[in-house]
């Protein structure tokens, strides 16, 4: 009760702890705030006609601390464009002096309760909101575990097919189906099917390897540019064995990425793995840069390309497109798998740019260290 008249203080603290109610005052509206801000009352009674700091000036105030404090205005003379303002400050009901004990206590009451609902109403909308919070969660684990199960299945099917064939061909063997001529190359295909298990087998840990949480651990600066120029002789062998030209082309004094440098290894052999791999003529070319604080890498090629509707899939775990099928390079589908991973798992993305028949433009970005 914040009220300057002694008398109306008084007396109307009486009439509300005769009730029951906790009831502080204060003969100013300074006295009061400094109060409200120390404890978190229901409601408050409010003289308008103050010495300092008016009761209209102090609703806002009030509703700073605590929005849902429930406020009574209380005027001698009440006039309406007085109650308009008062409303649109925020105050919820009137009292006119001099009022009646029973008036004070239907006020109060009334205002109570429309506190009290408005808590209630708050701590639904609460509760709503975790509900929809906890509903999209078990969303979104429901899409994990089934994207998990399918990958499984994925798996298991596509390790399944190099063991079925090293099986037939040594029941052939063992039937006496193979003739002694035909043994050393047939012997040769099982070493190739097996060969080709190991790869995959060694992808899919490189894959797990890839993962978000466990990049997290390992992480520090890491030079981008450093970590291709130590691949770069390896490299440029393989394309001058398939007669292609090779360039490079780095930007000095790059800033550091955050990263693995061990891990980013991958992203940098398996683009440029792939780019020589799918290409028969003309060149590949990398090219790295910074760029509006990130660092951004290109690997081009001239080769086979990919269509556009393969570029949709070409991320996914075992994807191979046909042309690329029908080159006879071995492969497992999941390099690029494992460097969207990567990349992605350092806040970055990557993108592709191909015309089938016409070369491939890989081109990833990320975050410089600044
Ligand atoms: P793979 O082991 O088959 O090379 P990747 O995951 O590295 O697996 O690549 C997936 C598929 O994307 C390839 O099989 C091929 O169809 C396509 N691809 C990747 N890079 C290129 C490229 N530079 N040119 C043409 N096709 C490419």
């Given at each position: 009760m914040i009220d300057d008249e002694q008398g109306i203080r008084e007396g109307?603290?009486?009439?509300?702890?005769?009730?029951?109610?906790?009831?502080?005052?204060?003969?100013?509206?300074?006295?009061?705030?400094?109060?409200?801000?120390?404890?978190?009352?229901?409601?408050?009674?409010?003289?308008?006609?103050?010495?300092?700091?008016?009761?209209?000036?102090?609703?806002?105030?009030?509703?700073e601390v605590d929005p849902e404090t429930v406020i009574i205005i209380i005027t001698g003379y009440a006039?309406?464009?007085?109650?308009?303002?008062?409303?649109?400050?925020?105050?919820?009901?009137?009292?006119?002096?001099?009022?009646?004990?029973?008036?004070?206590?239907?006020?109060?009451?009334?205002?109570?309760?429309?506190?009290?609902?408005?808590?209630?109403?708050?701590?639904?909308?609460?509760?709503?909101?975790?509900?929809?919070?906890?509903?999209?969660?078990?969303?979104?684990?429901?899409?994990?575990?089934?994207?998990?199960?399918?990958?499984i299945r994925l798996v298991t099917h596509e390790l399944q097919a190099p063991i079925a064939a090293i099986q037939t061909y040594i029941k052939l063997i063992l039937e006496g189906y193979v003739t002694p001529d035909k043994l050393q190359s047939t012997l040769e295909k099982c070493l190739e099917r097996a060969e080709e298990q190991m790869t995959m087998i060694r992808d899919l840990l490189e894959l797990g390897r890839a993962q978000v949480v466990e990049q997290r651990l390992s992480e520090g600066a890491i030079h981008l540019d450093e970590i291709l120029n130590n691949l770069l002789d390896g490299l440029q062998n393989q394309a001058r064995e398939k007669g292609l030209e090779f360039r490079v082309n780095i930007q000095e004094n790059l800033p550091a990425v955050l990263g693995n440098a061990e891990r980013f290894r991958s992203v940098w052999q398996n683009l440029i793995d792939n780019a020589i791999k799918y290409t028969n003529q003309g060149y590949v070319e990398v090219n790295l840069y910074a760029e509006n604080g990130k660092v951004i890498g290109e690997v081009k090629d001239s080769g086979i390309g990919i269509s556009e509707e393969d570029q949709q899939q070409l991320f996914r775990e075992f994807f191979r497109a046909k042309n690329a099928k029908a080159t006879q390079q071995p492969g497992t589908g999941l390099g690029l798998t494992i460097v969207k991973r990567i990349i992605e798992g350092m806040g970055g993305e990557i993108q592709v740019q191909s015309r089938l028949g016409e070369g491939s433009k890989f081109v990833f970005s990320v975050p410089a260290i600044t």
């Open positions: 109307s603290k009486r009439a509300l702890s005769s009730q029951g109610y906790l009831v502080d005052t204060a003969e100013n509206g300074d006295q009061g705030l400094e109060k409200i801000q120390q404890i978190d009352y229901d409601l408050v009674l409010l003289d308008v006609m103050m010495p300092g700091i008016s009761g209209i000036d102090l609703i806002e105030k009030i509703h006039t309406v464009e007085m109650a308009v303002r008062a409303i649109k400050q925020g105050a919820y009901d009137f009292l006119t002096k001099p009022f009646s004990v029973d008036d004070l206590l239907l006020v109060v009451q009334q205002g109570l309760e429309r506190r009290r609902l408005m808590l209630e109403t708050k701590r639904l909308q609460m509760i709503e909101v975790e509900a929809k919070k906890l509903s999209e969660e078990k969303a979104r684990l429901e899409e994990l575990d089934r994207a998990k199960m399918q990958f």
